[in-house]
């Protein structure tokens, strides 16, 4: 079975620019996780996803943003970005239900704002 | 915030078993025990979990006290690829659907020659 796949795997912005971040999740799982991982703060959550509406949301201002689609596939925005949003970004999936809930991880997208 | 400790850093000999700990003092009834793993510039692995008894499968075992309030990670055979930042992590089961993992710094495994 495949794994969790993103896209793109690497990424290059400017400052104020915006930027679209695609994850595919396993076959057959639901929920897609989002973290940001930076050095200085380690892994946080973002949001979660579930059958096409958000159902966790981490403490990230406005600018972050997400949305499934009815394949489960997702996406994540980051609008106005700034150096500080430079990170590895990570997609997990999971069944969703409360006895799956082991989260698969992608390999991550790494952004770098200039 | 995590709601685990884990000591920074721990060195194995290659081949010998690697003992990683985690104290979770308050950890409650229906929240299990995660461990995950992450591999420099990887995302993180999901290695095992469990409630309150203890949890074998292909790549580890997990130890968990009567009180449940510590828990340890048991690498029978530790090899250089397992040389990792290991995470443990507690989080809501049951009808708490899927909660959010809260990472904290974890342990960096260093294996060794």
């Known amino acids: 079975k495949a794994g969790v796949t993103q896209t793109p795997r690497y990424l290059i912005k400017t400052r104020g620019q915006q930027v679209t971040l695609s994850c595919s999740p396993i076959s057959g799982h639901r929920s897609v996780s989002w973290y940001q991982q930076t050095p200085g703060q380690g892994l946080q959550f973002l949001f979660e996803y579930f059958s096409e509406t958000q159902r966790n949301k981490g403490n990230f201002p406005g600018r972050f943003s997400g949305r499934q689609f009815s394949n489960s596939r997702s996406e994540m925005n980051v609008s106005t970005l700034e150096l500080g949003d430079s990170a590895l970004y990570l997609c997990?999936?999971?069944?969703?239900?409360?006895?799956?809930?082991?989260?698969?991880f992608g390999p991550g997208t790494r952004l770098t704002v200039l | 915030d995590a709601k685990t400790t884990q000591p920074p850093s721990m060195d194995c000999a290659e081949g010998r078993a690697a003992n990683l700990p985690c104290n979770h003092s308050t950890i409650s009834g229906n929240e299990y025990v995660y461990w995950y793993r992450q591999i420099h510039s990887q995302g993180p692995q999901y290695i095992i979990h469990?409630?309150?008894n203890n949890e074998t499968n292909e790549m580890a075992s997990l130890i968990i006290t009567e009180d449940r309030k510590s828990s340890t990670l048991i690498l029978p055979h530790a090899t250089l690829r397992d040389t990792a930042v290991y995470y443990c992590?507690?989080?809501?089961?049951?009808?708490?659907?899927?909660?959010?993992?809260?990472f904290g710094k974890g342990t960096r495994l260093s294996v060794i020659a």
């Open positions: 997990a999936s999971s069944f969703g239900g409360s006895l799956y809930n082991e989260q698969f």
């Open positions: 469990g409630l309150k």
């Open positions: 992590i507690v989080r809501g089961g049951g009808n708490s659907g899927n909660t959010p993992l809260v």
